[in-house]
């Protein structure tokens, strides 16, 4: 893949959030959230089910608008300028995303339109990135026939073909096993130290915490309950402590895998779709 510009422009950090809340009703998913996020590194959004992970990345991509509060994404604020903000980020989400109807080839292109890439330029961009991700030799298969890491790879080069400056990818390993999970792994790894894209995931999993992320952040109730490197998170927590521990510490309980009925039809539609 050719090189990635990631233009910072004078504003130092990828995601700031002032006294963010959003709210269903009576119910706060997000509290007064205060939460910062430099470039250049990878961040990761921690908590339990219903801890309000997925609300502050549907607001942060701007498919959701916040009740109170605000945001600046890559410089620019979530509502006052949603399509400066678009023009800046990826999105992989939890469900599937790519089209198995149509070959890699096909998802890709369909893309690169959708972002308004010139179309002198969609050819190359969509050859530089199967290329990048390990996709070239199925590129013309039909998506439906892909292994589960096959397709969450796919779909991360969906989310950086425009060559955005900061990913946001929701669970980017639900579903897959140890094999497919390192092939992402190293993607993702490779995306932000060879190409110096800011990555923000969410994660149930903590040795994926552990391997990727530079920082992290723990949601409880709504609310900011921690934020530091795994390091002195742990350190924090206990000798010896895993980020299991520094999960549970923080969040108020175990680390909870159940959810609810919703969560766990989600998750194994998730994994049924990615085989």
Partial sequence: M?????????????????????????????????LSVPY???FGLLGPNGAGKSTLIKMLTTLMKPSE????????????APGEVRKRIGYVPQLLSADGALTGVENL???????????????????????????????????????GGMIRRLELAQAMIHRPAILFLDEPTI?????????????LKALNKEHGMT?????????????????????????????????QLKDAVGDEATMTDVFAYFSGGNLDREGSYRDVGQTRMTAKRLG
Wanted: glycine share 8%; with cysteine; hydrophobic share 40%.
């Fill in 40 to 42: 250049g590194g990878i």
């Fill in 175 to 187: 579903g897959l096993d140890p094999v497919a999970c390192q092939s992402v792994w190293d993607r």
């Fill in 199 to 231: 990555i923000l995931m969410t994660s149930h999993f903590m040795d994926e915490v552990d391997e990727l992320c530079d920082t992290v952040a723990i949601l409880h109730q709504g609310r900011l309950a921690a934020s530091d490197t795994p390091e």
């Fill in 2 to 34: 050719a090189a990635v510009t990631v233009q910072h422009g004078a504003h130092e950090l990828a995601i700031e959030t002032s006294h963010l809340t959003r709210r269903f009703g009576d119910f706060t998913a997000i509290d007064q959230l205060n």
């Fill in 109 to 147: 292109m369909l893309s690169a339109k959708l972002y308004g890439i010139p179309g002198a330029e969609q050819k190359q961009r969509v050859d530089e990135a199967l290329h990048y991700m390990g996709l070239s030799d199925s590129a013309r298969q039909l998506v439906k026939r892909y292994s």
């Fill in 69 to 80: 509060g605000s945001a600046r994404v890559a410089g620019f604020d979530i509502v006052q």
